[in-house]
């Protein structure tokens, strides 16, 4: 077997473009999906009932149903409430952030209920709201605990956003299937492809530990 | 200052408080004792609505409880002090007491800084601003959990069970603060284990047994001349 080096360097820089888009759509999911994840995360386990109904079936939805079908939807259904062509980026944020929020709204859940009760008595007992005291004192607690469970979960989808290459996003996937088109040299460029996601995932990972051992180095102060 | 009558609380098929009648006045230290189980904890948490009585009138201040729609109002006015503490762990022992005020009263940042500082030095405290809850002992948490208390400027002050969880050398020196507390005119009514403390600081001392006021009376009565047989149970043991 041949394995054409030269076409690897050549088609790098292409590759690379599109490693910085996965980059970019991810950030911007990981972000709707925090913000998405973290609301419907509260409102699970708050007391108002239809909001904890929203919650259960939206996550039970976008857990329940594959990242690649609910990219179709969101793309072609777009089009039919807006009445414009599905902008690409648009849809790919939006489902992957969607996706994504429905996991970390359960990684929210759980780490909101593993802090101790006592913590809501005292903050009420001191006249804090129900909201107040989700703000001020559970969820900056919560959320430095499940920064583990966070990390894992956007290495995750970083991988994961390699099916919007199904909406025509030129993606690194994307990128490296339309050289693959030109070139017919699958195996050097998904080999390529895999060594940047692999470096890509290896460097958030990191970054979580890191994040981690501060917070716990505040945590011992 | 609190006014209970008729209450009744239940968790699910079980009564723990049936009926109680109480009024504490201003200024007046009321400790509750009796054995675990009792409802004396689930009594103290009626007044300030952490539990949400079956059935009954709680009035604190002179404004009736009722629910959610004043309840944050009156819990200004109701200081607590919980067995574990409850400290925030995320935050320094200054941040613990400028948090609420703050939030709560739209306090500015300096004003409630010099408060909390003013209450640290208080509760003999003052060189541990900085530091998070888990660098202070058990008996410091709890002054601290003290001062956080009172730096709303609350009326009275509910304290339930504030040295179980503490070891034997530190119970001291929560024990003063909250003596001092009291001679300073703080209306409290305390859930406790001390019998010591309880007779020498409380002006009246209830027996609570089977969800309800069995007995009460100032501390010599109580503890001189016990008129049920419970009572005198209960106390030769821990006495």
């Keep these: 077997m041949d394995f054409n080096v030269d076409l690897v360097i050549q088609s790098f820089p292409l590759l690379l473009l599109g490693a910085g888009i996965t980059i970019k759509i991810t950030a911007l999911s990981v972000a709707v999906g925090i913000v998405i994840g973290l609301f419907m995360g509260i409102a699970r386990i708050g007391r108002i009932k239809i909001f904890r109904w929203i919650a259960a079936i939206y996550v039970d939805f976008f857990r329940g149903t594959p990242?690649?079908?609910?990219?179709?939807?969101?793309?072609f259904a777009l089009p039919l409430m807006t009445g414009q062509r599905s902008d690409p980026?648009?849809?790919?944020?939006?489902?992957?952030?969607?996706?994504?929020?429905?996991?970390?709204?359960?990684?929210?859940?759980s780490g909101i209920q593993s802090i101790d009760k006592g913590q809501m008595e005292a903050g009420r007992s001191l006249g804090m709201t129900w909201v107040q005291t989700m703000r001020y004192i559970v969820v900056p607690q919560a959320f430095k605990r499940v920064i583990p469970q966070l990390g894992n979960e956007f290495i995750a989808l970083l991988k994961d956003s390699s099916l919007v290459s199904v909406i025509g996003f030129e993606e690194l996937t994307r990128r490296g299937q339309l050289i693959i088109a030109k070139t017919y040299a699958s195996v050097e460029i998904w080999t390529c492809v895999a060594i940047i996601y692999l470096i890509m995932t290896l460097t958030i990972s990191r970054f979580v530990a890191f994040l981690e051992w501060r917070f716990a180095k505040d945590d011992r102060h | 200052m609190i006014v209970i009558e008729n209450l009744h609380k239940a968790f699910g098929e079980v009564e723990v408080l049936k009926g109680v009648n109480l009024h504490i006045k201003p200024q007046e230290v009321v400790a509750l004792i009796g054995p675990s189980g009792s409802g004396k904890s689930t009594l103290l948490r009626c007044m300030n609505y952490l539990e949400e009585p079956t059935s009954g009138k709680v009035t604190v201040a002179g404004t009736p409880l009722d629910g959610e729609a004043n309840i944050n109002k009156v819990r200004e006015e109701v200081g607590m002090v919980f067995q574990r503490f409850n400290l925030f762990p995320h935050m320094t022992a200054l941040e613990n007491i400028m948090l609420a005020p703050m939030k709560v009263k739209k306090v500015s940042q300096e004003e409630a800084q010099k408060k909390a500082r003013e209450l640290l030095e208080r509760v003999g405290l003052a060189d541990k601003a900085d530091n998070y809850p888990s660098q202070l002992s058990g008996g410091q948490q709890q002054r601290v959990a003290i001062a956080?208390?009172?730096?709303?400027?609350?009326?009275?002050?509910?304290?339930?069970?504030?040295?179980?969880?503490?070891?034997?050398?530190?119970?001291?020196?929560?024990?003063?603060v909250m003596r001092s507390l009291a001679k300073d005119g703080m209306t409290m009514a305390i859930v406790t284990h001390e019998m010591g403390f309880a007779r020498e600081v409380a002006d009246r001392v209830l027996f609570i047994d089977g969800g309800g006021i069995l007995e009460q009376g100032t501390p010599a009565e109580i503890f001189e001349h016990p008129q049920q047989e419970r009572t005198k149970s209960f106390l030769s043991k821990v006495l």
């Design chain 2, 148 to 176: 956080r208390a009172l730096a709303m400027e609350p009326k009275v002050m509910l304290f339930d069970e504030p040295t179980s969880a503490l070891d034997p050398e530190m119970v001291g020196e929560v024990l003063d």
């Design chain 1, 89 to 109: 980026y648009v849809a790919a944020i939006s489902a992957c952030g969607l996706n994504s929020g429905a996991y970390v709204a359960e990684i929210f859940r």
């Design chain 1, 67 to 75: 990242l690649l079908i609910q990219i179709f939807l969101v793309y």
